[in-house]
């Protein structure tokens, strides 16, 4: 039997709607899925728009034929505790790489607006975030925040107007990567460590440094990598020479190597630096460059414990050379030259230099203690200048002779102790939870740089997260100045700028070997 269903009047719109919202939902799906798959409004990237207060609105156009990404932004500034920009973006997690080449539009400007690749936590203006930035005037820098609303800093590249950054995130640890037009990038030397939580604000930004004005830039041969985690096992070392002022607490690349050396002296003229590697020492102007080895005739196997006298003339080394292959200490013009031997006991290690230049102060294995010693320069009977159970290491004169700092565990863990010249008068000057080694006198007298581990690192081994930190001479509040990856050989000699507003260092980096 045939049956005809027929419907009410009402019902049969009821349907008749529902299948034009269905026809018409489906057909705007695939409107969106045909304009997504031929043309992504953005390419890489997600969205976009302005972060923080801008008075001038930015834009983005991409030119998909051409893959570039004109962006055009306001804002007075990307710095301090936060930031105003427009930010072009997309949401990833884990390992990335962000590599873009740059190009601002246009003469003039502020000589600090900057184009960025960015790596932040989320869009808030004072969020943390990392940075590889190219200002106007062709300052390069890889700019952070490690908390939020915190403050910012640099690693200033030793490069100027590069053409292509990267920025790249291996785990926590954060690097930058420059290269000139028609060159191959190449690391630029420096890193740090930033806790972000996934998935992480990846992308490009562009602000004017002036709120009233709108600056335009144009990013091409754009690549966003999303890598697996290498393994940490398959890595290469990498060692840059530093230098960071007290003032601002913004670092700056020097010099940064495939390779590994240790310990920077700053010359006492300013015009250049002494580091160990591979047994020799090396001389590298303060602008760098390519260092050059110093004559240093038989002493070939020197260690990070050099330094010179306090008019420049004489260098004071550490060479393990000779007499079965212990630790001597030896002087020589700092030009280069024949050494002479000073100590007849080894292992002896050279800290400090009295500022008279007749002294040698040092620390020496006697009997399996180690302790803090002076000698003459012209060489002699040695003297022990410390007694107490433990190690005491790392002495060095203040500039006005009258005391000698050192590093002592006499208490428990490592802390900065000072003592007369003559061994008398010895007092605790720091006492917190960290392990401190090597304090360095600025040569006016005012502070104290020293090296800080964790409360948990015995000695001052390589390869460990540690702070640089700075201190009045006479006491009070201590000052992180940078933290980094190092530790044996960031700074175990004096280091300080002849006009004490800088500390020179070096920080080493582990990097997965498949990436070079």
């Known amino acids: 039997m045939h049956v005809t ?39 890489l990237f997600a969205g976009h728009g302005d972060v923080g207060a801008v008075k001038r609105a930015g834009s983005v156009t991409f030119d998909a034929a051409r893959q570039t990404y004109t962006i055009t932004g306001g804002g007075a500034n990307m710095w301090f505790t936060n930031d105003a920009l427009h930010y072009v973006w997309t949401r990833l997690s884990g390992d990335l790489a962000l590599t873009a080449d740059i190009a601002f539009v246009g003469n003039g400007g502020n000589a600090h607006r900057k184009a960025c690749l960015l790596i932040r936590q989320s869009l808030a203006p004072g969020a943390a975030y990392a940075d590889a930035a190219l200002h106007g005037d062709g300052l390069t820098s890889l700019q952070y925040r490690e908390e939020s609303d915190g403050p910012t800093r640099e690693i200033q590249a030793n490069v100027t107007g590069p053409r292509t950054l990267r920025i790249e995130r291996w785990g926590d640890d954060v690097f930058m990567s420059v290269a000139k037009a028609g060159e191959a990038l190449r690391p630029a030397g420096g890193s740090f460590k930033l806790k972000l939580q996934d998935p992480v604000y990846v992308g490009l930004g562009v602000c004017a440094h002036d709120d009233n004005a709108l600056e335009t830039v144009v990013f091409a041969n754009v690549r966003l990598e999303s890598r697996p985690h290498a393994a940490t096992t398959n890595v290469v070392l990498e060692s840059t020479l530093e230098t960071v002022a007290i003032a601002s607490k913004d670092r700056r690349t ?33 602008t760098g ?54 100590t007849d006991a080894g292992p002896s290690y050279w800290h400090g230099w009295s500022p008279d230049g007749q002294t040698l102060a040092y620390c020496a294995e006697r009997n399996g203690e180690f302790d803090v010693y002076t000698i003459p320069v012209g060489g002699g009977a040695e ?11 790392g002495p060095e004169y203040s500039p006005d002779g009258r005391w000698i700092y050192f590093n002592s565990d006499r208490t428990g863990l490592m802390q900065i102790w000072r003592m007369r010249p003559d061994g008398s008068s010895q007092e605790q000057v720091t006492n917190d939870g960290f392990n401190n080694w090597f304090a360095h006198p600025s040569p006016d007298g005012k502070w104290l740089v020293f090296l800080s581990y964790a409360k948990d690192v015995a000695g001052h081994p390589a390869n460990q997260d540690v702070q640089l930190r700075l201190m009045p001479a006479n006491g009070g509040e201590v000052q992180v100045l940078a933290k980094l990856f190092g530790g044996q050989g960031t700074m175990n000699v004096p280091s300080w700028s002849p006009d004490s507003r800088q500390v020179a260092f070096v920080s080493y980096r582990l990097a997965p070997a498949e990436r070079r």
Request: aromatic letters at 8%; a positive charge.
């Open 254 to 286: 020097v010099y940064w190597a495939r390779d590994h050396f240790e310990a920077p002296n700053w010359s006492r003229d300013g015009k250049h630096f002494l580091l160990n590697r591979h047994g020799r020492i090396y001389r590298l102007p303060v």
């Open 383 to 393: 003297t022990r200048l410390t007694t107490a159970k433990g190690l005491d290491d």
């Open 289 to 342: 460059g390519t260092p050059e080895s110093l004559d240093t005739g038989f002493a070939t196997r020197c260690n990070n414990d050099h330094g010179l006298s306090a008019d420049g003339s004489q260098l004071a080394i550490s060479d393990q050379s000779q007499a079965g292959g212990k630790s001597l200490i030896y002087v020589l013009p700092a030009t280069g030259g024949t050494p002479r031997r000073v």
């Open 5 to 43: 269903t027929r419907f009410r009047p009402a019902r049969r719109r009821r349907a008749w709607f529902a299948f034009c919202a269905v026809n018409c939902l489906l057909g705007l799906a695939a409107a969106a899925h045909s304009a997504e798959a031929a043309e992504p409004a953005l390419g």
